[in-house]
């Protein structure tokens, strides 16, 4: 049995990104595993988002990791910011991860390029706090998507430091993991990048059919095969990674053969690919929409997570701290 550990930042709605990346290998997981699941509202302030916003995006995220079918109770859900063991484990752990190493981090740079008027310091220990969030609860499995590799490697890193710093075998190193071995990097619709949600191209699982449809028919394409058995230009490689997640393997067969064939159609393509997505998130979208409006189950379910996380975190920070050599006077 292995334990794993799993977070979204509370910033928006959950996208397809979110679902195929990781949410999809937590829900294969859940079952026969030690999990835990949190919603990371530590890191959600690193924008400064105003607190009803705050607090509602924290509601909506946890409505929809619910409604995507993520088990209370098998799994822990949680809050990050109600278990307060984890900013400890990040005080401790920021004595041992090195300004050089944070500033080079790519999430870093990328931040320090796009957003120069808020470079604050929690951008900057950013990983130290996911690795606290992940070591915590001494997890070795990681499901995440592609972008969060180099972060699982601080963790890697953090977790292997503190064991050699103390001369002791305590956090095992965390893996990204996916159940296809590969992590996944599911596209926008700019024909460009990864979905992301302060991208802008995103489709959420909370779109209504109208909103996806609208979206999909205007995704960036090219202006078709020039020739036989062309590779793909990126725009549609990336739509034709998006069918491989939602749509049928013949689906995407019989459009893989017409762009070979030169005989695509791209409007026909989208068509089929929007239907495929409102297919797959209808039924979500249903759900949050109904445990959403559910208060009562909602709080309910966060403070249950709360405490059971909360007993796994006070359990390694009590370790932790006697390892450090915070010591009664006996
Ligand atoms: P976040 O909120 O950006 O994304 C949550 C999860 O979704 C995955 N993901 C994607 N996967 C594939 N393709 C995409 N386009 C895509 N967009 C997002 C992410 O890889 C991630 O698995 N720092 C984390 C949150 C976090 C965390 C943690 C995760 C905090 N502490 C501890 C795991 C363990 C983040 O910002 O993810």
Redesign the pocket.
């Known amino acids: 049995m292995d334990t794993v550990?799993?977070?979204?930042?509370?910033?928006g709605n959950?996208?397809?990104?979110?679902?195929?990346?990781?949410?999809k290998n937590f829900l294969k997981m859940q079952k026969e595993n030690n999990c835990y699941f949190?919603i990371?509202d530590y890191?959600a302030l690193t924008t400064h988002p105003h607190p009803d916003d705050l607090h509602g995006n924290i509601k909506q995220v946890l409505a929809e990791y619910l409604a995507c079918g993520i088990d209370p109770e098998t799994a822990t859900i949680f809050i990050?910011s109600d278990v307060p063991e984890v900013s400890e484990l990040y005080l401790l752990m920021n004595m041992n991860a090195y300004v050089g190493e944070l500033e080079r981090t790519a999430?870093f740079k990328e931040k320090v390029r796009k957003q120069p008027d808020n470079i604050n310091a929690g951008l900057l220990t950013?990983p130290v706090?996911?690795?606290a969030?992940?070591i915590i609860h001494k997890?070795n499995k990681?499901?995440?998507?592609?972008?969060?590799e180099q972060?699982?490697e601080m963790?890697r890193r953090f977790a292997r430091r503190f064991n050699t710093m103390y001369g002791v075998d305590y956090f095992p190193e965390p893996d990204a993991y996916n159940f296809g071995k590969q992590?996944?990097?599911?596209?926008?619709l700019d024909g460009s990048g990864?979905?992301?949600?302060s991208e802008g191209n995103g489709i959420f699982l909370a779109d209504t059919p109208q909103e996806i449809r609208k979206k999909v028919m205007r995704a960036v394409t090219d202006t078709g095969p020039e020739k036989p058995h062309q590779t793909p230009s990126e725009p549609v490689k990336n739509l034709f990674t998006l069918m491989s997640v939602v749509s049928e393997p013949e689906t995407v067969k019989f459009f893989k053969d017409k762009h070979a064939n030169c005989e695509i159609r791209y409007g026909d393509m989208k068509k089929q690919l929007a239907e495929d997505i409102v297919k797959f998130t209808e039924p979500i979208r249903e759900r949050i929409i109904e445990i959403h409006s559910d208060n009562k189950y909602l709080a309910k379910v966060a403070a249950e997570g709360a405490e059971k996380a909360r007993a796994s975190a006070s359990k390694t920070i009590r370790e932790v701290r006697k390892i450090i050599g915070y010591r009664p006077f006996a």
Not at 5 to 11: L, P
Not at 14 to 23: K, P, R, T, V
Not at 142 to 148: A, S, Y
Not at 194 to 197: R, Y
């Open positions: 550990v799993s977070g979204i930042r509370s910033t959950l996208h397809l990104g979110n679902y195929f990346g990781a949410i949190f990371a890191h990050q999430s950013y706090l996911m690795a969030d992940i997890a990681v499901p995440v998507g592609k972008d969060q972060h699982l963790a992590l996944v990097k599911i596209p926008g990864k979905m992301g949600k």
